[in-house]
DNA sequence: TTCATGGTTCGATCATGGCCGAACCATTTG
DNA sequence: CAAATGGTTCGGCCATGATCGAACCATGAA
């Protein structure tokens, strides 16, 4: 009886259809304008900006103002998982769903959730580490083992700076659309930022899609895929 | 820009205070009665029922009548997992938080989340687990090892019956005090209930409290806790 | 059968809150 | 400086939906 009204405030605030539209806008990590925002919630600049304020004063989002723009993004990935969760929630239930979109396929095979990979792509991210020994449990936690700090070295990902952080180097983020686990934490984050710099994939310019370009299909299955621990190839 | 709206409908059903009140009431995985979630809620038994349909029409909850009484319960220990994740985030951006309350303290220390245990003994009952090699990664899913169902049968549960079923028989859900993950699926289920046999603990009459006996905080830490593997005898 | 109880439906009331146009503020650019 | 652009505030309109009393239905008990 008392923790029901605390979690109803937090609830309405994504109970609304505008700023439901805002924050799965911003499920991608980007940080946008209000504009931008007002235009994917389709609202007007007014309305947009009164939603802003109470998702802000709510703490689901977090501003920054430079020059004359004022930039919103999620406050924090547990955001994104709540609203990962919801979808789940929305999709087993079968609520609405108008019409499955040409882009649901590509969203369930790759997408951002917050700053990291989720959809199938992401959970066979997170299994391939695993079955690669890159990554055990350790006292209940995810946590990368001595062998699967030397792997992340070679795959181009500085552990230094990640560790002595706040955020947690490894979490398991649930997946909506496949119900199993994906990786999130920073980790997860800079895995992300490698494959995009070696041009693995390219997040879409809109939309939380994430699009894989030939080599990056192949250099992934070669890296993560595959089940045997690999030294030199791994395909097929 | 489809999406949005999809979540908002199962958030906006959340977003109500009386519907949040009578879905955190059920979160201990009890069916309750109309009249009961009225009386949990604050609120009159028309106004009740009308929550209780739309609840029931957005598949949050499932209802099962029996003779003049219905009965309702959640639809599934996912929606327990989005609403431990709302608390999660109402804890973080200390929404309203109007008093901590007396109750507060005993819920972090283990509570039932649906129908199995949450918070400290939660996840300190999924760490022993796993410290002790009963559960394991596999193929990216937690399952019990082959030791393990040695371990488990000692213990007194049978796995047989739980195999089969459509749900899961091991996943983790993120525990929202802790932070960190305790054992859901039929397997945590099943040990719940193992350990109210014991007499371990006992599941509080009203809220989802759950309190340890003398002889159950012996037996937990003896079979559990710790971090030695525990020569040959396991409970009982 | 009649009565009592759990629950739903109906109708009316009322408050909340989303929405936009217009005016206003702030920052950058010319 | 003035003009332009991004954003907020204000006022009023309007729709949604939460709420309850009263009447109604269904089941079980007397």
């Not at 923790?3 to 700023?19: K, N, S, W």
């Not at 080599?215 to 395909?235: I, N, T, Y």
Request: glycine share 14%; with cysteine.
């Amino acid at each position: 009886m008392k923790d029901g009204p605390v979690i109803a405030a937090v609830a309405a605030l994504l109970g609304d259809p505008a700023r439901a539209n805002m924050l799965t806008a911003l499920m991608d990590g980007r940080a946008l304008t209000a504009s931008e925002l007002a235009g994917e919630a389709g609202v007007g600049l007014p309305t947009a900006s009164g939603h802003l304020s109470k998702l802000e004063a709510g703490g689901l989002v977090s501003v920054e103002k430079q020059g004359r723009h004022r930039y919103f993004r999620l406050s924090g990935s547990d955001v994104a998982a709540v609203l990962e969760g919801l979808m789940g929630l929305a999709d087993r239930t079968g609520a609405v769903r108008t019409r499955p979109g040409p882009k649901e396929p590509a969203l369930r095979a790759a997408r951002l959730c917050y700053d990291h990979l989720a959809g199938e792509r992401g959970v066979a991210l997170l299994d391939g580490l695993r079955r690669r020994g890159v990554l055990a449990e350790r006292d209940g936690d995810l946590a990368p083992t001595a062998a699967g700090r030397a792997f992340l070295c070679d795959f181009g990902i500085d552990l230094g700076p990640l560790a002595g952080k706040r955020r947690p180097l490894c979490r398991a983020c649930l997946d909506w659309s496949e119900r199993r686990h994906h990786l999130a934490g920073s980790l997860g984050a800079a895995l992300l930022t490698r494959m995009a710099e070696l041009s693995w994939l390219k997040v879409g310019e809109t939309g939380r899609v994430v699009a894989f370009t030939p080599s990056g299909e192949h250099g992934f299955a070669e890296v993560f895929g595959g089940d045997a621990p690999a030294h030199g190839r791994a395909g097929r």
